[in-house]
């Protein structure tokens, strides 16, 4: 079953002459398990899809289904469930909270959705040992790297097993080492755990780990390339990079 689509998708901010496109008619579909990278100039409409998609925004028309379930004639009640149980989000300014540690971030989502505190830890040291940050379970986030924060921000997106992870610019604002680091861990998530991705880039060495790589202008996707061999791919791009 297909994890997310979207239909005709449209969102207009404004009236009137005023009035801005920020996505125009978008269909889009994303399958269990799909690493899909959405790049574009700024402006082009990337990050409105991903809210979209995520249930942070509504479309002026058009729809969006997660699971099959359009979200559009869902309850606030059911939306915010399921951004809980089933979308996992990662943003480029890791978003954690800087008095708890790394464990706590991580089960964050899980003692907020009602889990007992014992358990949600357990889930979150499973997730942070997968995501290569066992070794700083207790690092507060100004203790810790850019690199290190966004892999927390990563397991704390995955410690609800959601089938979707949006990732908005998850790379854009660590060094170079970093970045790659994550991409290779956006396309471990994929390949190992079976999560689908829709991570948003402006770096095409970085959107050489998806699947495909969808591109948008205005508001409009105008190609939608998959990538038959990925491996290949990548490797091509770290030749061209050294």
Request: some cysteine; charged content about 25%; proline content about 5%.
């Amino acid at each position: 079953m297909t994890i997310a689509q979207t239909k005709n998708l449209t969102r207009v901010y404004g009236h009137g002459p005023t009035a801005v496109t920020a996505l125009d008619s978008v269909d889009l579909a994303i399958e269990p398990g799909e690493f899909v990278a959405v790049m574009g100039p700024s402006g082009c409409g990337k990050s409105t899809l991903l809210n979209l998609l995520g249930g942070l925004d509504t479309p002026t028309r058009g729809s969006v289904r997660i699971d099959d379930r359009e979200i559009a004639s869902m309850s606030d009640d059911e939306v915010t469930r399921l951004r809980r149980e089933r979308i996992g989000f990662v943003f480029q300014f890791f978003n954690l909270i800087p008095i708890l540690d790394a464990v706590e971030n991580a089960a964050l989502p899980l003692v907020l959705d009602g889990v007992p505190k014992a358990e949600a830890k357990r889930k979150a040291v499973t997730w942070l040992e997968r995501v290569g940050i066992g070794n700083r379970l207790t690092g507060r986030p100004d203790e810790l790297s850019g690199g290190e924060q966004q892999r927390v921000a990563v397991a704390r997106a995955l410690v609800s097993q959601p089938a979707l992870v949006l990732a908005d610019e998850p790379t854009g604002n660590l060094d170079s080492k970093s970045s790659n680091e994550i991409a290779a861990l956006m396309r471990q998530i994929s390949d190992e755990w079976g999560h689908a991705i829709l991570m948003v880039t402006h770096d095409p060495g970085i959107a050489a780990h998806a699947d495909r790589i969808v591109f948008m202008r205005d508001g409009r996707i105008v190609d939608d390339a998959h990538i038959a061999d990925a491996a290949a791919a990548r490797e091509a791009v770290k030749e061209a990079e050294l």
